[in-house]
């Protein structure tokens, strides 16, 4: 196994014993180790449920036979870093992921991935890693947002971009921009809306990876 590189041999027990400070076991460490690239976190409506897919993931890794090991990997919400200096720092976040989920997947000499994304530059920035190291990898997507609804139609972000020319050009009160606020996102998942988001996620099914 790949993993070996870090597991076996009299030159390894330093390693040995830095996997004994994680709490894996031995049986564990016989096992092919996977890397679980989690991209949740709290600022990205994508990615705020994705705690709930890596903990079943890593369930599902080890029925299967291996050590699930989860690593973080950043996200932008283009959404929020929209209309200010925030822009600037979406598109190199692909790079960014791309390079520090090589990084740990290199260093640690994983077995396998499971990458876990959803949004913008995160779907693109895994698959780039992917790539890269070459090893069996697999996508767990977070899943669409549902649409929402104003006022008997459905709605999407979009929807909210609409809203607001909509209010400049005088055919929207303030209470009608508020409604729009509280429904046109009612749920985690990447942005209703066939934006790059579900297009990647579309494209990585597309080329079995997903």
Request: with cysteine; aromatic share 4%.
């Amino acid at each position: 196994m790949r993993s070996d590189t870090v597991k076996k041999g009299i030159q390894q027990a330093p390693h040995r014993s830095l996997f004994n400070a994680l709490g894996l076991t031995e049986e564990e460490l016989e096992r092919p180790l996977i890397g679980v690239v989690s991209s949740y976190n709290e600022i990205v409506p994508g990615h705020m449920n994705l705690d709930k897919i890596t903990e079943a993931v890593k369930l599902g890794v080890a029925m299967a036979g291996g050590t699930p090991i989860m690593v973080p990997a950043i996200a932008v919400c283009d959404g929020i870093a929209m209309g200010h200096i925030g822009m600037k720092y979406s598109l190199v976040t692909r790079d960014l992921i791309a390079d520090s989920t090589e990084a740990l997947a290199m260093a640690h000499q994983f077995d396998g991935l499971v990458m876990i994304p959803n949004c913008d530059k995160n779907v693109p920035g895994l698959l780039m890693a992917a790539a890269r190291v070459n090893v069996p990898t697999v996508f767990v997507s977070g899943g669409p947002m549902l649409a929402g609804h104003v006022k008997g139609s459905k709605t999407s972000l979009s929807s909210m971009f609409e809203a607001v020319g909509s209010y400049a050009a005088g055919k929207m009160n303030d209470e009608d921009i508020c409604e729009f606020e509280n429904k046109a996102c009612p749920t985690c998942g990447s942005c209703s809306g066939m934006y790059t988001a579900n297009s990647m996620n579309c494209l990585t099914e597309a080329l079995g990876m997903g």
